[in-house]
């Protein structure tokens, strides 16, 4: 068998080696983030704190093998392999941090030293504890007087020398317990356990230390008292009782704290429902939920994730920034670690043959255990949020030194226990805290799977998800340009520093936006997959590039089918008028321009949005695809197409002189069925959001029906729908599916995706061919205007829609302007002549 | 694409440590298991009382093998010392709820267990040494890789 010296010495070295290469991983990460060679210089000092962790564990490594030569040799390495990992965590959160709590580490390190050397049998501590108690209590009490805090309102749990600050209550955490278990424990064995009066000190003692700390607004600290008071009766009387009372005592404090306490009343809310109150009080919680759902199975990487972006998480959730750097695996293979150590103080403390220092040991070990469930569930939103720290992990002079004397005491008397003496004496209560804490530590882990694998897609794209913009500025997105190669939305800058800029402010209502806290729209949104560089490759190659080499995605870029000159011309024809401007062909589907007005810039939206979302006008509505008008007159042709369907006599080359009412009247169903046949409808399904069409019922009654021709009626369609009605016609019957991608960038060259809707047969040729006859005159244009009306609502809309069949593929142009009289035709007819000139 | 892979080989071998780290304390943890285990003899466990000289060196062995055994100077009780300052029954040893308890029978010398003395009953643990009278017995755990020592060494007191 490997003698414990050796085992120690090979779990320090893979310590070691753990420490290595976590801070070359961590002097990589800046180039793999830029994707060339660079240097953070703060993070030398990870190699800093490597180079002291080395040589404090080493040189205690000797001393132990000189002065406890039968200690339990995995002790030593599970503290410092904690210690080491939080070191590699603060270099990476705060290196400045990182560099105070190195020296801290030394310092600590020289005083374990002195304190290994201290007499083994802890007479010092049994003979003097009153005092040591005294001393620490009172020092305790000091910070209610001279204490100072991390803010103006925090609470004042330090005491300041000379710019060293330390913590009274980190000693107050080991010295209690040491205190309690000298009290209960006989000084000799007589198998009869301590007397009932012994308790009285331990209680009094505790309830002063509970009072203090309540006084002093640490919560933490007063929870880890009772739990020691509670853990040290337990183990001293062997009642079952004691520990459900002590689980008694605690809900009844914490009740008690929710009715008087707001800080406990809103820690306790927070953790039963964080998701109410996401960006006030629960903010710390349901960032560090979202930090462990970032780093996923794997994690980002020393280095590679945002675990800043948690408040305090050098401290409180420096398990959460574990998890989001290492993963669900770290942090597993973190827990493992706390809970080897946990239980090999309670193996110690049944070993133990001294009353005392079986107390010792299993109170020590047990707090230990409860500190780091308490932190780490409270981040895990397992339990609600108590500020401790993580033994050994977190930042904090005092709180390192605490949890090295406590591994001292753990140290000297694993050193004691005999090691020929089986252990033949049942310790009941030894045996059922190792089950619990061994079940709270597998429960911690299968919150971390929970958070990190289950749940983590939902986390993950919550838009209080800041990593999305830190992603954003590292990875370029893919530019989107118009038909003709012009630039409509373009990243800009360097790595690490892109923005989006748009050039084409009038395309506005087509290329939408994408800002950081106000989601996307328009293209920007719909294309949001290939703009990233996500779609378009398989799910390995992106998991293999994204979480596990952590490179950025190369965005990939756009062309759409709309005309940015168009669009710009289009706009300054309308001027300040409000309304819509559809260009499309009729063959192909394919989209020219898409003019709403108004309408925002998208490069200042960012700014502007609260604004544009409360204004009236509705800015950010897309009119063309969103907008309802009543169609009025607009609806003619359409009529007069169907009628030789429906045996009504031909009424000849004069759409306004057709009797549709009548015809309406008579043929009840007529109306609905024109409505259906030209999908009016249904939403024209596109890449962008298109107005929800409801139930479309056309009236049967005469004074319904004479509103509806005003455009006053019930019947309203979209600039759009429309559109592609008349694109019919142009297009001998056909409609055709509205296309707004002109081609993609992909692995192999450019692809045009399939639209989301199919051309649709909506008249026969012979109408259509008819119908373009009677509205265009036989020329090579054609065109037809109305007046609607806005819906109930005032103020009317001035139509137009027009087309051109002399090209390849026919051009249809609909206005809507609202606001009539206004000179929709006139404009319509610019853009349609602009649009077929920029054919020739 | 290279210092990604570096990373990725630097992240590998990062996770390789701390499982391998792991991995040695499991075992270290299932030897201490096995170790234990080998400890404790197959069935029920055998404490023995060994008489030692002034010198320390082991004298004789007593098994103890009832769950109630009785120290004295008396011949005919399970641990039977000729010596004067013992009293005919000075002491009781017994078992009960798996543990082994001591317990002074108001004799005239008193009994001493690690030198403090036995005023009520006591729990033995391996390696806890017993004066009875100015006999000293260290109460421990019957090893089973060596034999007992059985004979009476030669006497030079008479026999009473």
Not at chain 1, 129 to 150: D, P, Q, S
Not at chain 1, 418 to 435: H, Q, Y
Not at chain 1, 828 to 836: K, W
Not at chain 2, 5 to 22: D, E, G, T
């Amino acid at each position: 068998m490997t003698s414990p010296s050796r085992r120690e010495a090979a779990l320090l070295g893979l310590a070691l080696l753990f420490q290595i290469f976590g801070a070359a991983a961590l002097l990589l990460s800046p180039s793999v983030q830029a994707g060339a060679w660079t240097v953070n210089p703060p993070y030398w000092s990870a190699l800093f704190a490597m180079g002291v962790w080395g040589l404090v564990a080493w040189i205690l490594h000797r001393t132990l093998d000189r002065i406890l030569p039968n200690r339990d040799p995995l002790l030593l390495p599970a503290a410092l392999f904690l210690c080491g990992w939080g070191l590699q965590i603060l270099v990476r959160l705060s290196p400045e941090t990182a560099l105070r709590q190195t020296l801290w580490l030394f310092l600590v390190g020289g005083l374990l030293m002195v304190f290994l050397r201290l007499p083994h049998d802890l007479e010092w501590l049994r003979k003097y504890r009153y005092l040591w108690l005294g001393a620490a209590l009172a020092a305790v009490a000091a910070t209610l007087f001279f204490g100072v805090g991390a803010g103006e309102d925090s609470p004042r749990l330090w005491l300041g020398l000379d710019g060293i600050y330390f913590q009274p209550s980190e000693f107050l955490r080991w010295i209690f317990p040491v205190f309690a278990a000298f009290t209960l424990a006989p000084r000799r064995n007589t198998g009869n356990g301590p007397e009932p009066k012994d308790a009285f000190p331990v209680l009094l003692f505790g309830a002063a230390g509970v009072l203090l700390h309540i006084l002093q607004q640490d919560l933490g600290a007063a929870m880890l008292l009772i739990a020691a008071s509670v853990l040290a009766l337990y183990l001293a009387y062997r009642k079952t009782g004691i520990l459900l009372f002590g689980a008694a005592a605690a809900l009844a404090i914490l009740g008690g704290g929710y009715a008087l306490s707001a800080t406990i009343r809103d820690r306790i809310a927070t953790w039963w429902n964080p998701w109410l109150d996401p960006s006030n009080t629960s903010y710390q919680v349901v960032q560090s939920l979202i930090s462990v759902a970032a780093g996923g199975l794997i994690g980002r990487g020393p280095g590679l994730g945002a675990p800043g972006l948690v408040p305090v998480a050098y401290s409180d959730f420096i398990f959460s920034a574990l998890s989001e750097e290492y993963g669900v695996l770290g942090a597993v293979g973190c827990l493992t670690v706390m809970a080897v150590l946990v239980l090999r103080g309670m193996r110690i403390a049944i070993r133990s043959t001294d009353p005392a220092a079986r107390l010792i040991a299993a109170c020590l070990s047990a707090l230990l255990g409860c500190q780091s469930i308490l932190i780490i569930g409270g981040g895990l939103r397992l339990l609600p949020l108590t500020g401790v720290t993580l033994p050994w992990m977190s930042y904090g002079g005092s709180s390192l030194l605490g949890s090295m004397i406590m591994l001292g005491f753990l140290l000297i008397l694993s050193n004691r226990a005999p090691a020929a003496a089986a252990d033949v004496r049942p310790d009941r209560p030894v045996r059922v805290l190792s089950v619990i804490f061994l079940l709270a530590f597998a429960a911690a882990g299968v919150s971390a799977g929970w958070w990190g694998i289950y749940r983590a897609p939902v986390l993950r794209v919550r838009t209080d998800n800041y990593r999305r913009v830190l992603h954003d500025r590292r990875a370029r997105r893919g530019d989107l340009f118009d038909r003709n190669g012009l630039p409509l939305a373009v990243t800009a800058g360097v790595a690490g520093a892109y923005t989006r800029e748009y050039p084409g402010p009038a395309s506005a209502p087509v290329v939408g936006f994408t800002t950081a806290f106000y989601g996307q729209g328009g293209m920007e949104a719909a294309l949001d997959p290939w703009l990233r560089g996500e779609a378009g490759r398989n799910s390995f190659d992106l998991w293999w590039s994204e979480t596990v080499l952590g490179i950025p995605l190369e965005g990939k870029d756009a062309w759409l089918t709309i005309d940015r000159s168009l669009q710009e011309r289009g706009s300054a024809g309308m001027g300040d008028l409000a309304g819509a401007v559809v260009v499309l062909r009729a063959g192909s589907g394919e989209i020219l321009a898409l003019i709403s007005q108004p309408t925002f810039d998208p490069a200042t939206l960012q700014t502007d949005y609260e604004l544009l979302s409360r204004n009236p006008a509705a800015p950010l509505l897309n009119r063309a695809t969103q907008g309802l008008y009543g169609p009025g007159r607009m609806l003619y042709p359409f009529f007069a197409a169907e009628a030789k369907n429906w045996n009504l006599p031909d009424s000849g080359s004069d759409l306004c002189a057709v009797p549709y009412t009548e015809w309406i009247l008579e043929n009840p169903e007529f109306a609905q069925q024109v409505l259906a046949q030209f999908r009016f409808d249904q939403d024209p399904a596109m890449d962008l959001p298109t107005a929800n069409v409801a139930a479309l019922v056309f009236p049967a009654d005469e004074t319904s029906i004479l509103r509806e021709w005003d455009g006053q009626g019930r019947v309203l369609v979209s600039p759009i729908q429309l559109a592609l009605a008349f694109a019919s016609i142009a297009a001998g019957g056909m409609a055709p599916a509205p296309r707004l991608i002109y081609r993609l960038e992909a692995e192999t060259g450019w692809t045009t995706p399939a639209t989301a809707s199919h051309p649709v047969a909506m008249v026969t040729a012979v109408t259509a061919a008819r119908l373009r006859e009677i509205l265009g005159g036989g020329g090579d244009t054609a065109e037809w205007t109305g007046c609607g009306g806005n819906g109930a609502s005032a103020g009317g809309i001035s139509w137009y829609a027009g087309f051109e069949t002399a090209g390849d593929d026919p051009i249809v142009v609909v206005v809507a302007l609202e606001g009539s009289p206004s000179d929709a035709a006139g404009i319509g007819r610019m853009i349609l002549a602009f649009a077929a000139a920029m054919d020739k | 694409m290279s210092v990604s892979l570096l990373m990725l080989a630097a992240r590998i071998a990062l996770a390789a440590c701390l499982y391998a780290f792991l991995a040695l304390v499991l075992v270290t943890l299932w030897r201490d298991v096995r170790a234990a285990a080998a400890m404790r003899p197959a069935g029920a466990t055998l404490f023995s009382l060994r008489r030692l000289r002034e010198d320390g060196t082991p004298e004789r062995d007593y098994a103890l093998q009832k769950d109630s055994c009785f120290i004295g100077r008396s011949p005919s009780i399970e641990v039977s010392l000729a010596d004067e300052t013992v009293s005919v029954v000075h002491a009781r040893l017994w078992k009960e709820n798996g543990r082994w308890w001591l317990e002074d029978l108001d004799s005239r010398n008193g009994t001493l267990l690690n030198q403090i003395p036995v005023s009520k009953k006591t729990v033995l643990c391996a390696g806890d040494r017993i004066r009875a009278g100015r006999i000293l017995l260290e109460f421990r755990l019957e090893d089973s890789s060596q034999p007992p020592i059985k004979e009476i060494p030669p006497e030079t007191d008479a026999p009473a």
